[in-house]
């Protein structure tokens, strides 16, 4: 079943304690379509400048994600700048070119208005709701937001979450959305909004999800080698999207293997700079993570 | 299968976001001794002063905790000031009185010398081979250390790190120990120094277990209420060893259920200030946790 992930294309900088790149393609709607790709088949809606290379269009096609509803407009594409310090979950961002980006207004193509999964980057909340709009009855929807959008558009995020299944974020926004220091009642209270699911995306530390009577906690996939955490929760939401997606389930033993499918594709994604670590696998390999995770975290019940 | 603890008994003073209180009985020993005592039995050496109160040492006893190696002598007992904000994390000391647990020198009696189960507590680390050297070869020791001995007692420390079976250590202290910010490469930087295992807690992220060629994670068990941190390492430490002696197995299955019913202490201790939080507990509400434990990590294998 198809996926649909309305969300942002950049160019990323970044520097991290293990090396910088200038201007790689990244953005949510890349890393997740990239994640996503393996499980199932994505149609990508965003936009780009006239600088975004055919190349890079190619190279999502080749992936299998539909590309129809990428949009090009005359300008640039969205430029971000960040730096992270041995603390890698969190990024100082040094710069942002909205660019082609600040304009931007989802329009959903009439063959992806059926489409049965949908996932909302991080984007205005105003934006994710004009995509559940134009939607016919998804049947589930997931979506992720940011500081931003909880400081200044309060209001607009809790009518969005009023419409959403899912709500990725990571634990200090759980932590501000809520106005609560404690994780289990912030995600209470966050559930109470509408969502029937709240994934608490803790960096290095792992995820939690909360449902209305089931709490998952799984630590993150311990790596020797870290070289860029940049697009970790995209590749994350892309891995949980997609294993829902190719198993059409939707109870609790399917989220919490969703959560470890996403946890595995996060795992990858770490491990270069940009979306080059989720670019080159094969669905074995990454079957194979998913086993070794079971190992990491496996004991015996009494 | 009996275990020896040798550790600190102090007075604290500690003040969190959900409250405060004043000289509550606490230190590496007691709380180690208590979260044990559920398991196994526990013989404490350890000091205090004149002003310990013979009903703190009834408490312990009716615990089942050998107290005989608790040595009173002259002057005051060790007391410990601190606070927490609500990075529950980290504690900042405020205050440290010594008092006669500057000169203290633990001397095994006797009878405890063949124990098989010894933890050493944070203690200077010349005193923890000290206590070594008086025991009958033990089967299994366990040791914990901290960022003052790393800095000012380094040799010392790796002296001890090479007659000790397991290092238990928080992250930030096995990243400063090992010179190095990813945690994996530091786990086999320690294991490397004699360790056969290393475990490395992460306060409410929970913890990660290393050995020759094994790697558990588990996250912590997700708390609504919170009151005090104070001793969930060695509460930690308790249930670890204590399960242990009392399975009599060392494989990787007990090793990780091992770590399970450390976690499993340490969400009852810190639910309430000082050790209140593991005073009364029964065995079956242990393996309630356990259990609940279990679902909250549990997905299926693919």
């Known amino acids: 079943m198809?996926?649909?992930?309305?969300?942002?294309?950049?160019?990323?900088?970044?520097?991290?304690?293990?090396?910088?790149?200038?201007?790689?393609?990244?953005?949510?709607?890349?890393?997740f379509s990239v994640a996503a790709s393996y499980f199932a088949q994505v149609s990508m809606v965003a936009v780009v400048g006239e600088d975004f290379p055919e190349e890079n269009v190619s190279f999502l096609r080749n992936k299998g994600v539909d590309t129809s509803g990428l949009l090009r407009q005359a300008g640039k594409t969205?430029?971000?700048?960040?730096?992270?310090?041995?603390?890698?979950?969190?990024?100082?961002?040094?710069?942002t070119q909205l660019n082609v980006f600040a304009e931007f207004s989802p329009k959903i193509l009439s063959p992806h208005r059926s489409l049965e999964y949908v996932f909302l980057g991080n984007i205005d909340p105003d934006l994710q709701r004009t995509v559940l709009e134009q939607m016919n009855r998804p049947r589930l929807v997931a979506c992720d937001t940011m500081n931003y959008w909880i400081e200044s558009k309060r209001p607009s995020l809790l009518r969005t979450l009023s419409m959403v299944d899912i709500l990725m974020i990571n634990d200090a926004e759980a932590r501000q959305l809520a106005c609560e220091p404690n994780l289990i009642k912030a995600a209470q209270q966050i559930l109470s909004w509408g969502p029937k699911t709240v994934v608490i995306k803790r960096g290095e530390y792992g995820v939690l999800m909360f449902g209305c009577d089931s709490v998952f906690g799984a630590p993150a996939f311990p790596m020797a080698e870290v070289a860029d955490p940049t697009g970790a929760g995209?590749?994350?939401?892309?891995?949980?999207?997609?294993?829902?997606?190719?198993?059409?389930?939707?109870?609790?033993?399917?989220?919490?293997?969703?959560a470890i499918f996403g946890s595995v594709m996060a795992s990858f994604n770490i491990s270069e700079f940009g979306p080059r670590g989720i670019a080159d696998l094969t669905y074995p390999e990454i079957e194979a993570r998913y086993r070794e995770f079971h190992k990491l975290i496996y004991f015996s019940d009494i």
Chains 1, 2 share one sequence.
Do not use: C, H
């Open 78 to 95: 969205f430029r971000w700048r960040g730096e992270y310090g041995f603390d890698l979950n969190t990024a100082k961002t040094l710069e």
């Open 234 to 258: 995209d590749s994350f939401a892309g891995g949980f999207m997609g294993f829902l997606a190719a198993s059409g389930k939707l109870d609790d033993a399917d989220m919490r293997k969703a």
């Open 2 to 31: 198809g996926i649909l992930v309305v969300g942002s294309v950049a160019f990323d900088s970044v520097k991290t304690p293990f090396g910088k790149q200038e201007e790689i393609m990244g953005g949510s709607a890349i890393y």
